[in-house]
């Protein structure tokens, strides 16, 4: 039986920001691409499970108006909210051990939607499978980066370079530590 990946699919700006510093992704929509956004949709298709943070969560509602991943197995990481008044199921508990569960599970693959310390957590035990990183063409100057605290060495292997109008998309696996 083939477990899951996990995947981190997201948009960066040219000096590696993942948000403003008030975790908007605003810039991003002032950037038009078909390419990009059919690249979006052949991935979303591929998934059957999105993972995120309460912060990622929150900016998700107020970019869509409503929950955008309605048709998706939805769990929002927090220990400050408690519920939702959308399909999503609030985790609380261990996140690693959770993922490790999911992973085991038969489905497609698993989409990390956002949360830098989530991600720097999962990377870190190893529960990060590849890692999509759309390059914007934009520069920030200041914002919230992909990875907020230190890591130890993780070998990453590039699989595809894609231009997607603009953009650049970046797919690497990551390697055993």
């Known amino acids: 039986m083939t477990t899951r990946n996990v995947i981190l699919y997201l948009a960066e700006s040219l000096d590696g920001f993942i948000a403003d510093k008030d975790g908007s992704v605003n810039w991003l929509q002032k950037t038009n691409s078909s390419a990009a956004d059919a690249d979006y949709q052949r991935f979303y298709h591929s998934i059957d499970t999105v993972l995120m943070g309460r912060k990622t969560y929150q900016q998700a509602l107020r970019l869509a108006g409503n929950y955008p991943y309605q048709d998706k197995d939805s769990y929002v990481f927090s220990t400050t909210l408690h519920n939702t008044d959308d399909p999503s199921t609030v985790v609380a508990g261990n996140i690693a051990e959770f993922v490790r569960k999911l992973k085991a599970q038969?489905?497609?693959?698993?989409?990390?939607?956002?949360?830098?310390d989530i991600f720097t957590d999962l990377l870190e035990v190893q529960l990060i499978d590849k890692i999509v990183i759309t390059i914007a063409p934009v520069l920030l100057g200041e914002g919230?980066?992909?990875?907020?605290?230190?890591?130890?060495?993780?070998?990453?292997?590039?699989?595809?370079?894609?231009?997607?109008?603009?953009?650049?998309?970046?797919t690497y696996s990551v390697l055993p530590a």
Request: hydrophobic residues 40%.
């Open 106 to 116: 038969p489905g497609k693959d698993i989409w990390l939607v956002g949360g830098a």
């Open 144 to 170: 919230i980066p992909l990875v907020t605290t230190q890591l130890t060495n993780t070998p990453l292997k590039l699989e595809t370079t894609t231009q997607l109008d603009q953009f650049v998309s970046l």
